[in-house]
Nanobody, 116 residues
């Protein structure tokens, strides 16, 4: 059973914007402690992009601060990553992540490509 479903990736020119969405299943959403986004570029390790904690606090990678915004809509069981001012170095597969107690869940990944 798929627990996290992502959408919103695509191709955009440098300076453009995209919004990623990640919807969690009913089974896990109410127990999610941390929800966020990671990314992995070709030949590189997966890295944290942004997370939102259950209480609402957020944390961002230095490389995306002031450009990306993470938010969570509990009524829709969905987390969003608004990405503005995209740069070619933001090109990667973006993965939604959720932690429920000690279990990690991952989305299927969505490709974001930023052309120069």
């Amino acid at each position: 059973q798929v627990q996290l479903v992502e959408s919103g990736g695509g191709l955009v020119q440098a300076g453009g914007s995209l919004r990623l969405s990640c919807t969690a299943s009913e089974r896990i959403f109410s127990n999610i402690n941390v929800m966020g986004w990671y990314r992995q570029a070709p030949g590189k390790q997966r890295e944290l992009v942004a997370v939102v904690i259950a209480g609402g606090s957020t944390n961002y990678a230095d490389s995306v601060k002031a450009r990306f915004t993470i938010s969570r809509d509990n009524a829709k069981r969905t987390a969003y990553l608004q990405m503005n001012g995209l740069k070619p170095e933001d090109t990667a597969v973006y993965y939604c992540h959720a932690r429920v107690f000690r279990t990690d869940y991952w989305g299927q990944g969505t490709q974001v490509t930023v052309s120069s």
